[in-house]
């Protein structure tokens, strides 16, 4: 990230907790403190892992409050992961100017007699169609698109190579 920088040694634990707190211990320094999202703008390792902090809600429906957001992969449209318990949600950013927006995948179960029906709503596809725009390819394919990291990586990675060709 642009701006100040502060070189040392940042503690990463699981996803979850990473969501929540920057565990850094300065250069030359042993004490470590910890940094809530409201406190930095991000950090990152020398390892490739970033974080940013955005606001937004933990679970939905909830008021929006500072996190950090996994920064998955960067362009013309940034993929961001949250992991918040068993479920893990993805953002976008760059598609609305100055927002945020969440992939959704919505599931409900429903019962028609005695059988039990797993309905799964992919509005995430639709939402990448709407983002992928600039590159109709690229929006064609939305629909095969899976809700897991790899497929959503590997989905933005190849609009973002479409928007943005390096020469």
Do not use: H, W
């Not at 950013?93 to 797993?118: D, H, N």
């Amino acid at each position: 990230m642009a701006g100040d920088t502060v070189r040392g040694t940042v503690v990463i634990g699981r996803s979850q907790r990473n969501a929540q707190v920057c565990e850094f211990e300065a250069a030359g320094q042993a004490a470590i403190r910890e940094y809530q999202p409201a406190e930095l703008r991000g950090y990152g390792t020398t390892a490739g892992l970033s974080y940013e902090s955005q606001t937004v809600p933990l679970i939905a429906g909830a008021a929006a409050q500072p996190v950090f957001l996994e920064v998955v992969t960067r362009g013309a449209l940034t993929l961001y992961a949250l992991q918040n318990g068993n479920a893990e949600r993805f953002f976008l950013a760059g598609y609305r100017p100055g927002k945020l927006v969440e992939l959704e995948l919505r599931t409900a179960t429903i019962k028609r007699g005695a059988q039990q029906f797993l309905v799964k709503q992919r509005l995430y596809q639709d939402t990448l169609a709407q983002a992928f725009q600039a590159c109709p390819a690229q929006a064609r394919r939305t629909n095969t698109v899976e809700f897991r990291l790899a497929d959503l990586e590997k989905a933005v990675r190849n609009y973002n190579l479409c928007a943005s060709p390096r020469r």
